[in-house]
């Protein structure tokens, strides 16, 4: 799964309109232009699809933590420059507000098993022993699940 699959992804979960991504980004005092939105939400292999950047994706993922949780004390959070799925996987956790058993839930949903201890290993910090990589397979189940439980209707 590369950036914009996942931002593909989170639209379509979220159901944003062009309008309300380019908010999203604003909420981190960031302005992107309705062209390059579309330009990353294209298919790879369409003419205009242009790479989100992983800074790009970081200040999406912070204008979703600052959309569903508020700001914190005027402060934003910190936008990385170089982005992993653990990172990715965090950021959405925290804009949720999901604990691990509703992880587990949404991951069961899209027929995923995953230990609560496994799970915990992909929140830990690097150089922690117990640290785990998430692999492509957990963050796209992970976005399915969230999709079944968002919009239950759809498949």
């Given amino acids: 799964m590369n950036n914009n699959d996942i931002l593909r992804k ?3 979960i979220f159901q944003y309109s062009d309008d309300q991504m380019m908010e999203t980004f ?3 005092e960031h302005v992107v232009s309705r062209s390059q939105v579309c330009a990353w939400l294209k298919g790879d292999d369409h003419a205009g699809f242009m790479q989100i950047s992983d800074r790009n994706l970081a ?3 912070n204008g979703l933590i600052v959309r ?3 700001k914190r004390d005027g402060k934003l959070p910190v936008t990385e420059s170089k982005l992993n799925h ?3 996987f965090r950021k959405l956790k925290i804009a949720l507000s999901l ?3 509703d992880i587990l839930s949404m991951l069961r949903k899209a027929n995923f098993r995953l230990s609560k201890h496994e799970l915990s290993a992909f929140f830990r910090k690097p150089d922690n022993r117990h640290y785990r990589e998430c692999k492509d397979q957990v963050l796209r189940n992970f976005l399915q699940g ?3 439980e968002r919009l239950p209707n759809k498949k």
Avoid: D, K, P, T
Wanted: charge should be positive.
């Fill in 10 to 12: 989170l639209r379509y």
């Fill in 26 to 28: 604003g909420l981190m």
């Fill in 59 to 61: 200040l999406f993922l």
């Fill in 68 to 70: 569903f949780r508020g």
């Fill in 86 to 88: 653990n990172i990715v």
């Fill in 99 to 101: 604990q691990a058993e």
């Fill in 146 to 148: 969230l999709s079944l």
